[in-house]
């Protein structure tokens, strides 16, 4: 696992995310990844702009997401994790 891959990854999901119309029927798809990415990123880096990002991501793509999406509770679940962090972050 390497730290610049990871780095390059963070651009490239910006441009596939940008290059998609917002009425995208699979857009849920790409902002889970994308926030997926970030969720690593700040896991080396404690970078809180990386986690406020991966909340709003996870959030946008909740509300559009279809509600039988076979992977929806892991997506809560990356979901809580990222306020639990933000919450503890907080507090400090």
């Given at each position: 696992?390497?730290?610049?891959?990871?780095?390059?990854?963070?651009?490239?999901?910006?441009?596939?995310?940008?290059?998609?119309?917002?009425?995208?029927p699979e857009r849920h798809l790409y902002l889970f990844n994308f926030a997926?990415?970030?969720?690593y990123r700040y896991e080396l880096s404690c970078s809180l702009d990386d986690?406020?990002?991966?909340?709003?991501?996870?959030?946008?793509?909740?509300?559009?997401?279809?509600?039988?999406?076979?992977?929806?509770?892991?997506?809560?679940?990356?979901?809580?994790?990222?306020?639990?962090?933000?919450?503890?972050?907080?507090?400090?």
């Open positions: 696992r390497s730290p610049r891959d990871l780095e390059r990854s963070i651009p490239l999901y910006v441009e596939a995310l940008g290059s998609r119309p917002t009425d995208d997926t990415a970030l969720k986690l406020w990002q991966c909340i709003s991501l996870l959030n946008e793509g909740l509300e559009i997401c279809p509600a039988n999406y076979p992977k929806r509770a892991l997506v809560l679940e990356d979901l809580a994790w990222a306020y639990s962090l933000r919450h503890r972050n907080s507090i400090q």
